[in-house]
C-alpha cells in the first residue's frame, strides 16, 4: 500500500523532474543551509533548514545535508557525518522512508559534489560554486508549494492537536494567575517543545501587551490583576508549523462581549475559505466586519460605508487576514500569481496583507482577525481623521485590556473547508 509519504515523494518527484526539464537542468541540489555563529562568538543561532530541502523528509533536518535530484533516479541523501566528541552523534534516523531513497554519507571535507552531472542548479543559501545560475527556478518550484499534500495536511493536523494541547495549558495558567514567562512555559511544557523548537516565537502578552502584535518578551513578574491573555504560539511536526492565537479573559463584562463576537465572526471568516475565493476580497469582508462589531459594540458612531471610506477599521485591525501555512509559518509564495514569478502586491487599503492569491483546494492558511486598542493608532486617527465618531471614552475603557485575535488554520476545499485547529481542540477536551 502507498503510504501518504510514498505519494508526497511522488507529487514533489514530478514537480522537480517537470522544472528540471522546463530550465534544461542534469540535476538540481537542495541544501538544508550551514549553522551561523553570534558575532565573536563561538556558539551558533538556533538552526532552521531551508523549506525547500526539509520538504524532502518526514523528520527533522539539520545543518550541511543535501538532497540531490537528478531524473529517472531516486532522490540522493547526502547525510553529514558528525565524528567529533564535543556534540552528540547524528545517526540517519531509520524507518521505511529509506525505500524511495538512496543514502550516502558525507564528512564535511568530502567532494561529494565533483561527480555530479553538469548543468545542476542550487537551492538554498551559500550557493556552491559547481552550480549553475538558475533565474526563475525558485519561483517555478515555490508556485506550487501553496497547495499541499495529504502527507503535509497531516502534518500540521499532528501540529495543530500539539498546538491546542499547549494553549489549554496555557489558559490554565492564565486563570490561575501565572506571570508571561510561567504561562510560556506552561504552553512549552503541554506542547512538549523547547523555545528554540517553536515554529515562532510564542507571544504571550497579559493586559496592555495584548494589543502589541508582535510582544516579544514574557515578563518574570505575576500581574497583580491580569484580564487578559492574548497567546499567538504553534507547535511543529517534522518542520510543519501551527500558527494558532487564542485572546482568554477572566470576566464576564463588555470586553468579553467583545471577544465573543471577534471569535463568531472569526468561525464565519473561516467557513468561506472555500476554493475559487479571493483572499483579498475575504480581507475585505473581514474590514467590513470590523466595522459592524465597531459600531454595533459602541466603539464607533459611524455606519460600516463611511467608517470603511475613512479607514477607521483599520485602526483596530492593521494587519492582513493570515497567510499561507506550511513548512514556513508565513509560508512562500503568498503573492505570487504564476510560476513564473509575477506578484501581486497588497494595495494601501490592507499593505500588510501576506496572501493575495485566490484559494485553491488544499491550501493551508490562517485566518486570523484581531481588534486591538493600539496607543500609537488610536492617537494617529484622532489627529488625521476627522469626524471619526469614536468614542474615546468607551476606548478608554477597552485600553487595560490590550486587545483580540483569533487565529486558526484551515484546509482550503471545494466546499466546506477542513478547520484544523477547531478539531484539535475539539479532539483534545
Ligand atoms: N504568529 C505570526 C502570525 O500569526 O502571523
Ligand atoms: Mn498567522
Ligand atoms: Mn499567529
Redesign the pocket.
Known amino acids: 500500500m502507498t503510504t501518504l509519504y510514498q505519494e508526497h515523494i511522488a507529487v514533489l518527484t514530478n514537480r522537480y523532474e517537470d522544472a528540471m526539464v522546463h530550465f534544461g537542468l542534469d540535476a538540481i541540489v537542495l541544501a538544508s543551509g550551514e549553522k551561523s555563529y553570534y558575532f565573536q562568538d563561538d556558539h551558533t543561532h538556533p538552526f532552521q533548514a531551508y523549506s525547500g530541502a526539509q520538504q524532502w523528509l518526514p523528520f527533522t533536518i539539520g545543518a550541511e545535508t543535501y538532497i540531490l535530484l537528478q531524473t529517472g533516479k531516486k532522490p540522493t541523501l547526502v547525510w553529514p557525518v558528525r565524528d567529533d566528541f564535543w556534540h552528540a552523534p547524528n545517526p540517519i534516523p531509520s524507518g521505511d522512508w529509506q525505500q524511495d531513497w538512496d543514502v550516502s554519507l558525507a564528512r564535511k571535507t568530502d567532494k561529494w559534489f565533483t561527480a555530479l552531472p553538469k548543468n545542476v542548479a542550487w537551492l538554498g543559501p551559500q550557493p556552491m560554486t559547481f552550480a549553475v545560475p538558475c533565474e526563475g527556478l525558485k519561483a517555478y518550484v515555490d508556485f506550487a508549494k501553496a497547495v499541499k499534500t495529504p502527507f503535509e495536511i497531516q502534518a500540521m493536523r499532528q501540529a495543530n492537536l500539539r498546538g491546542a494541547t499547549g494553549h489549554m495549558a496555557a489558559k490554565e495558567a492564565f486563570l490561575a494567575g501565572m506571570s508571561e514567562l510561567e504561562i510560556h512555559l506552561a504552553f512549552l511544557e503541554a506542547s512538549q517543545q523547547t523555545a528554540a523548537q517553536e515554529p515562532?516565537p510564542g507571544?504571550v502578552g497579559l493586559n496592555e501587551h495584548a494589543a502589541v502584535l508582535h510582544y516579544e518578551h514574557k515578563a518574570i513578574e505575576k500581574m497583580a490583576n491580569s484580564r487578559t491573555l492574548l497567546i499567538?504560539a504553534g507547535a511543529n511536526e517534522h518542520g510543519y508549523a501551527s500558527?494558532i492565537?487564542r485572546t482568554f479573559v477572566r470576566h464576564d463584562d463588555d470586553f468579553s462581549a467583545l471577544v465573543n463576537d471577534l471569535d463568531t465572526m472569526e468561525q464565519k471568516l473561516c467557513r468561506s475559505a472555500v476554493a475559487g475565493v479571493s483572499f483579498r476580497d475575504l480581507h475585505k469582508d473581514t474590514l467590513a466586519g470590523i466595522a459592524t462589531l465597531l459600531h454595533d459594540h459602541k466603539i464607533c458612531t459611524l455606519g460600516v460605508e463611511e467608517q470603511l471610506a475613512k479607514r477607521i477599521p483599520q485602526v483596530f485591525f492593521p494587519h492582513g487576514l493570515g497567510?499561507l501555512l506550511g513548512l514556513q509559518?508565513?509560508d512562500v509564495g503568498g503573492h505570487q500569481v504564476d510560476q513564473a514569478g509575477t506578484l501581486s502586491l497588497p494595495n494601501d487599503d490592507a499593505p500588510f496583507l501576506r496572501l493575495t492569491k485566490t484559494l485553491e483546494k488544499d491550501m493551508v492558511i490562517?485566518i486570523?482577525p484581531g481588534l486591538y486598542f493600539i496607543p500609537m493608532l488610536l492617537d494617529k486617527m484622532q489627529a488625521n481623521i476627522k469626524d471619526h465618531g469614536c468614542d474615546m471614552t468607551r476606548i478608554q475603557q477597552f485600553m487595560p485590556y490590550g486587545g483580540i485575535r483569533i487565529?486558526d488554520n484551515v484546509v482550503v476545499k471545494n466546499d466546506l473547508p477542513e478547520n484544523l485547529t477547531r478539531e484539535a481542540f475539539t479532539n483534545i477536551s
Open positions: 515562532y507571544i499567538d500558527d492565537t497567510h509559518v508565513h490562517t486570523e487565529e
